[in-house]
T-cell receptor, first 114, second 112 residues
Framework: DAGITQSPRHKVTETGTPVTLRCHQT?????MYWYRQDPGHGLRLIHY???????DKGEVSDGYSVSRSKTEDFLLTLESATSSQTSVYFC?????????????FGSGTQLSVL | QKEVEQDPGPLSVPEGAIVSLNCTYS??????FMWYRQYSRKGPELLMY????GNKEDGRFTAQVDKSSKYISLFIRDSQPSDSATYLC????????????FGKGTKLTVNP
């Protein structure tokens, strides 16, 4: 997975609790992305970052926040988890900003909100 | 109409078969067309990339884009059990990857 590590790999939590997922990359990639993957919806972009402290919203950002204090780390926080946020979360990264540039994905975090 | 439509399958074929996977799209501004392969419990990995119309071949894999019909295809020749995975099409305009739109994926099983 091209030096992209997601942690934890699995998490079970309760409704209303905050949850933070971590993405760590060793490729010195400038751009990083958080996606969620759900049956019937495919991959949907939550938030992305185009540099340290530079982030922006994606298609499904409500209920999520992100932070990027270092090039290698991109954190996704569910401020108050809901059952609708049960999903598989993928982090991705790439070096540059071109539209056709290859995205490298992590192995995902399976999150269950009970 | 969704921007990108992809039949989720599942598709089951015998080893050695030719596999055809397809996506249709509605946004005529899409110029970059990609196929990602995703094994179970793994993240997607880029398999093929095509710019605008035409064909691209890489080993047993051929990607085709028909912009006039807004239709893209991925062909797998001499399919192998190791090709069993979910295949996601993805498309982009001139924008950055935040504009990348994925299909829902087609699950393929190649039976030995």
């Amino acid at each position: 997975d091209a030096g992209i590590t997601q942690s934890p790999r699995h998490k079970v939590t309760e409704t209303g609790t905050p949850v933070t997922l971590r993405c760590h990359q060793t490729e010195n990639h400038r751009y990083m992305y958080w996606y969620r993957q759900d049956p019937g919806h495919g991959l949907r972009l939550i938030h992305y970052s185009y540099g340290v402290k530079d982030t922006d919203k994606g298609e499904v950002s409500d209920g999520y926040s992100v932070s990027r204090s270092k090039t290698e780390d991109f954190l996704l926080t569910l401020e108050s988890a809901t059952s609708s946020q049960t999903s598989v979360y993928f982090c991705a990264s790439k070096f540059g900003g071109r539209a056709n540039e290859k995205l490298f994905f992590g192995s995902g975090t399976q999150l269950s909100v009970l | 109409q969704k921007e990108v439509e992809q039949d989720p399958g599942p598709l089951s074929v015998p080893e050695g078969a030719i596999v055809s996977l397809n996506c249709t799209y509605s946004n005529s501004a899409f110029q970059y067309f990609m196929w990602y392969r995703q094994y179970s419990r793994k993240g997607p990995e880029l398999l093929m990339y095509t710019y605008s119309s035409g064909n691209k071949e890489d080993g047993r894999f051929t990607a085709q884009v028909d912009k006039s019909s807004k239709y893209i295809s991925l062909f797998i020749r001499d399919s192998q059990p190791s090709d069993s995975a979910t295949y996601l099409c993805a498309m982009n305009t001139q924008g950055g990857s935040e504009k990348l739109v994925f299909g829902k994926g087609t699950k393929l099983t190649v039976n030995p």
